[in-house]
DNA sequence: CAGTGAGCGAGCTTCCGCTTGACTT
């Protein structure tokens, strides 16, 4: 074999072995193949930082694999990406597999085109060493943090938490996010909407008011104003506008995108486009550019002017916004833009049409827009109000893209003012009042983080990387720092003033507001966590921090830093601060006294407990045992009141007794039950547990008997606690405790008891299935 | 789907970034 060359991704092996000839022997190193070692000594700090490198046992075959092919090969071509880590991923290639100066050459390039591989080629370099001390410099950097910072958090709040550059300040964001909500005091002002017509009730149109009034007796006072008034077409201004597409996708805009029109997580999205991409139906998934090659270019004009025309087409070329971008790879693409849609399952192909119509829009025309803005004054108040139209006179990109924004939750009412058509108007010409309203709006908080909507900002931050987006959201919900959650919202009473037939009218109105859907919530512990580090390691949750180290990172890669000066530097003063918070730092904890039990006269406090937060009446020196209630999801130890901590401890309850046997009521994990005989018996929604009585709690019970007998198909003789019934997904077997699936092609009408038992002995064997940690 | 909440202490936990399967449902 003549050559051997090497690339991170075996998707990219396979499609640039098609692209060189016989020579080329294409293989994948399967990214890093060396990583330190696991345990504490992997850093040597009292020698310049020496680092303990192993090959970590999942990439043995790998590497032993590529020895032995780069022995036999006469060149061997290290082509991992052109970016920090693609660098030192070459030098760990080259020291591992014991390569020759003479026989080895680096090249790098941008985009998986033939072009782009054969010029690469053409002028191979050495291995660039700034660039690998840059890269030791962040991993020895992060090593240290990660591996310093947790076991502080191991002594001073709970053994196996974590802490890291990039992790707690993913928490920090959350965290604070969820104060600035709690904090939040909503302003309310009436907004004014009218609905004006030109004589001709069939050109109706609406108008607003730019401004809003805050107190209730103004916005009276201006619709009995307009009660009285005519109105005028003061001033009529038609401007054209435009718009343009977005940007390409890169991994980050790729999960914001797929979360809001298609609800994916970000970690489910990136496991799609992985298919996609290993299919060869789309570029490489991780990136952070926005950057589209020669060959893409000409690919999408092609592809615009054939199925939508020529004026469609326009070559745009985007620059990426995102500070830290290393622009190894392309922007996320299609790799054939003839392909408008793939085969696959669903989740494939929806993922793939965003991609293919995002790219494609990217390279069309901007869409045009004809703007009409007329000011109607109102005779007897100085104020005007305002009409909006819209008119598109050319589509351009609309016509297969359109990007969607984050703040489309909780519409407000009436919002749409604008976008509409107006009616032919003139200047100076009268219109007519139809109605008018003005509505009480409430000033909204800042919105809770979705996971994709964080990963922005991490992004803005600098903070993390294409590959690492999706696991570091996973990584806080899994150390239980944050969870995703749905909440309800509450109702919230608004009044709505109407101007019809000259007469002001009054209404009350009750709206739902601060519902959630897949929002990130902190957790108690994550708080308490937060709050440390934030006390007591200020610089390294800093939003700014991996801002600044990435600044010396870089200075490193241009040679022009010592990587070890460096983390001299940092080290120094960071380790003096571990040792010292250690040694004086309080035990970290958020609990907090509620007030005193009316009925006991004991104190009431809360914090986090063995089994999680909870709330405790008495302490433990007292002589009547203390009592202890676990919080219920959705409340925190920093906003739980004092009334609601009361209100734990009403429940369970008992209500009586039915069939010789106690009835309990009590909250579970999914909502208000009743207990009785060891049965769970779930209250029907809208029923307050606190109501339940002994009569309702019978009926409730007798209610889920008669829905289960429903269910059942055939009750075997042999014994009563073995039936077949109908479930979720058709027929299954219920034998006592076990729920058995009917083997495929088994007839379900003749199944004999005997086969029961065979079933469940084989059902038993099976391995269980790993219980999800509440 | 409950309630549980002491203390002792061996041995363990943990970072970020680059890549896929091997798993189970």
């Keep these: 074999m003549k050559n051997l060359l090497i690339v991170e991704s075996p998707a990219k092996a396979k499609t640039i072995e098609g692209y060189l000839g016989k020579d080329f022997l294409v293989k994948s190193s399967y990214g890093h193949i060396r990583d ?22 999942d990439k043995k075959a790998v590497v032993s694999e590529l020895k032995k092919l780069a022995k036999e ?9 052109e970016d920090r880590e693609g660098e030192a991923i070459s030098w760990h290639l ?4 014991g390569l020759r100066d003479d026989k080895t050459k680096r090249i790098v390039f941008h985009e998986i085109t033939k072009p782009a591989i054969l010029k690469a080629i053409e002028s191979p370099r050495g291995i660039d060493f700034n660039l690998v001390n840059a890269q030791q410099a962040r991993r020895v950097l992060d090593r240290l943090v990660g591996f310093e910072l947790s076991p502080v958090l191991w002594k001073k709040v709970k053994p196996s938490l974590s802490a890291g550059r990039v992790q707690s300040v993913a928490v920090r964001l959350i965290v604070e996010r969820e104060r600035e909500i709690n904090r939040f005091k909503p302003e309310a002002a009436f907004k004014i909407v009218a609905v004006f017509h030109t004589g001709n009730l069939k050109e109706s149109f609406k108008a607003e008011l730019p401004q809003r009034f805050s107190e209730v007796e103004e916005a009276e006072r201006f619709l009995a104003a307009c009660a009285e008034a005519t109105f005028m077409i003061n001033s009529l201004e038609t401007k054209p506008s435009k718009r343009n597409p977005a940007a390409p996708f890169t991994t980050s805009t790729l999960q914001q995108e797929a979360s809001r029109k298609l609800g994916f997580s970000v970690a489910r999205t990136m496991s799609v486009a992985q298919r996609l991409y290993e299919a060869g139906r789309i570029t490489y998934m991780r990136t952070d550019s926005v950057n589209l090659s020669d060959t893409a270019l000409q690919g999408a004009e092609q592809e615009i002017k054939s199925a939508y025309g020529e004026k469609y087409h326009k070559r745009r070329q985007y620059r990426t916004k995102s500070a830290g971008a290393q622009e190894a790879h392309e922007a996320i693409r299609p790799t054939y833009f003839d392909r408008h849609t793939i085969d696959g399952d669903n989740a494939e192909k929806r993922l793939y049409e965003l991609i293919w119509k995002r790219s494609i829009a990217s390279q069309m025309s901007e869409a045009e827009f ?23 006179r050319f589509d351009g990109f609309l016509k297969v893209y359109f990007e969607s924004t984050d703040d489309d939750q909780e519409p407000n009412i009436d919002d749409n003012a604008d976008n509409t058509l107006l009616p032919p108007l003139q200047q100076h010409q009268q219109v007519e009042l139809r109605s008018m309203t003005a509505t009480e709006r409430f000033s909204r908080p800042p919105a809770r983080y979705t996971e994709a909507s964080l990963v922005k900002k991490l992004e803005e931050l600098g903070i993390g990387r294409p590959s690492t987006y999706a696991p570091t959201i996973s990584t806080i919900q899994n150390r239980g720092y944050a969870v995703k959650e749905d909440r309800d919202g509450k109702p919230r009473d608004y009044r709505v003033l109407e101007l019809t037939d000259g007469r002001v009218s009054t209404s009350g109105k009750t709206e739902i507001t601060g519902a959630e859907k897949s929002k990130l919530f902190p957790t108690d512990i994550g708080v308490v966590v937060n709050d440390f580090l934030v006390e007591h390691f200020k610089g390294i949750v800093d939003f700014n921090f991996t801002a600044k180290v990435e600044k010396e990172f870089d200075e490193i890669a241009q040679g022009m830093k010592e990587w070890t000066d460096m983390l001299h530097s940092f080290y120094g003063p960071f380790h003096t601060e571990v040792e010292s918070t250690i040694k004086h730092a309080d035990r970290a904890t958020n609990e907090r006294e509620l007030g005193m039990d009316p009925e006991t006269g004991k104190r009431v406090s809360v914090r986090i407990g063995r089994f999680g937060p909870m709330v405790q009446i008495g302490s433990a020196d007292d002589e009547e ?7 219920r999801p959705g409340q925190m130890i920093e906003t739980i009141t004092f009334e609601e901590a009361l209100e734990l401890f009403k ?3 008992k209500v009586g007794e039915f069939e010789d046997k106690e009835m309990t009521v009590a909250i579970g994990r999914f909502g208000p039950y009743i207990r009785h005989d060891n049965s769970f018996y779930s209250l029907p929604k809208g029923v307050d547990p606190h109501d339940v009585t002994t009569d309702s709690a019978i009926q409730i019970i007798k209610d889920k008997r008669q829905r289960d007998s429903e269910k059942i198909i055939r009750v075997f003789e042999e014994n009563p606690e073995a039936r077949i019934e109908n479930g979720r997904w058709g027929p ?14 088994a007839d379900v009408e003749n199944i004999a008891y005997a086969d029961v038992l065979k079933w469940a002995e084989a059902d038993d064997k099976k391995p269980k299935k790993r219980g999800k940690k509440a």
Excluded: C, H
Aim: positive net charge.
């Design 36 to 57: 330190l070692v696991k345990t504490d000594d992997a850093i040597d700090v009292n020698d310049n930082f020496k680092q303990k490198y192993e090959v970590p046992a």
């Design 73 to 81: 090969a006469e060149t061997v071509w290290l082509a991992s990406d």
């Design 94 to 97: 080259y020291e591992t597999l």
């Design 370 to 392: 004809e703007k009409t803005t007329a000011k109607i004054g109102i005779s007897t108040r100085k104020e005007e109000l305002v009409a909006n139209g819209e008119i598109m």
């Design 625 to 631: 045992k203390p009592r202890f209630a676990s919080l």
């Design 651 to 653: 429940l369970p309850k």
């Design 732 to 745: 299954f077997i219920r034998f006592g405790k076990q729920n058995i699936k009917i083997p495929k092609g």
